[in-house]
DNA sequence: GATATAACCTAGGATCACTAGGCAAATCCG
DNA sequence: CGGATTTGCCTAGTGATCCTAGGTTATATC
């Protein structure tokens, strides 16, 4: 029998391909497998499992989204660089509803491929090298971080689900909580008396 | 045979205990049917499959979310209230964790199904009584509730995801934002030439 | 107490995740 | 070039799950 020359990597992308039309949950071992037209026990040669593959499929979305991102900012400062950042995440997002929805899902990645994959890791220095221009110290930089991750990751899963209603289009509140964010990091408020660190 | 004297909601009900116990993922018919100590074919009489099943657990815990955050706020006002409601919705994702990832996942839910329940309509009618007291006018009040929305929903899938590395403590953070927020919508932007409306 | 309406059951098909073991293609090595 | 080895994909099979069809029995109604 002539091979299918898988190997962990196109299984892997089969899944984000078939994830990307028939929506993440619909990404199983058989469907992947009848994608590359192979026995479904042939996959458990490159991947462990069912989580496994999820977890890889995530891993790649984390990756090309925090290239796209690295791309959008490249030479932007200030909130042309916000912007930028925010629109590649949002279009990445929209590009690939079925990988997004991947990075989406707490699962548990096998942390010796976690620890391989530079996206999660760089999506993060990403996200404090841009915020630098906005002069925040620690500790109000992470927590700054971690609003600004909040706000998209938050946006954009109600935004999938349906969850703004139809009065008034996504896009244009996206655009105007950019504006509002891009204040609020300029004006980030000091903290007052008994506040936590 | 004794009768167990199922309902579509006690069944519900049992699913979401469950999705409590171990993971809204794990939530099964059959799982469902032998902690009723019933064959999942019973089930099939209250609820309609699987996805119908879920997404009912997903309207349980929209409804129990909104009464808690109605509770908590009831009698508040300014950032009293907006403290108030962040914390009622974070405890509840605290305190039922399988329920609230039911609320996260992008199901689709029965057209008639959602009209019936409150919830998801009760909890968009708290934030914008809420966030009257900013004094935003439309369309700004809209963005600011989607805003506000979008950062407790990412945040809360963030931390439930383990998304937050253990260097600040998530819940330091989450005060802090909270300042952030409240500060965002006492001074929201007005918008500014060649912005959309 | 007879009848009707349920609730719950048994039985079974289809799909899926995953394992064990076999054969054949690619590769290595003399 | 030819034999041994590794490796890739297969067949076969188990058990779990979702869901349907159709039967039986408890409850409600009159």
Redesign the pocket.
């Known amino acids: 029998?002539?091979?299918?020359?898988?190997?962990a990597d196109r299984v892997t992308l089969a899944g984000a391909e078939l994830a990307d039309e028939v929506g993440f949950d619909h990404v199983?071992?058989?469907?992947v497998?009848r994608r590359l037209?192979?026995?479904?026990?042939?996959l458990?040669?490159?991947v462990?499992?069912?989580?496994d593959l999820r977890g890889r499929i995530a891993l790649l979305a984390a990756d090309e989204k925090s290239i796209r991102i690295a791309e959008a900012t490249a030479g932007r400062a200030g909130k042309d660089a916000l912007v930028a950042y925010a629109n590649a995440w949002r279009q990445y997002a929209h590009d690939h509803p079925g990988r997004y929805t991947a990075t989406q899902i707490p699962t548990e990645i096998d942390p010796e491929l976690l620890a391989r994959a530079p996206g999660p890791r760089r999506a993060v220095e990403l996200t404090y090298s841009m915020l630098r221009a906005y002069a925040l110290d620690e500790p109000a930089l992470t927590d700054a971080v971690r609003l600004m991750r909040s706000m998209f990751h938050g946006f954009l899963g109600l935004e999938a689900a349906g969850g703004f209603a139809h009065a008034r289009p996504a896009e244009d509140s996206w655009v105007r909580c950019l504006d509002a964010l891009h204040d609020l990091l300029e004006h980030w408020p000091a903290y007052h008396e008994g506040d936590p660190t």
């Open positions: 029998m002539a091979r299918a020359g898988l190997t199983t071992m058989s469907a497998a037209g192979v026995k479904d026990a042939s458990y040669a490159h462990r499992h069912l989580a």
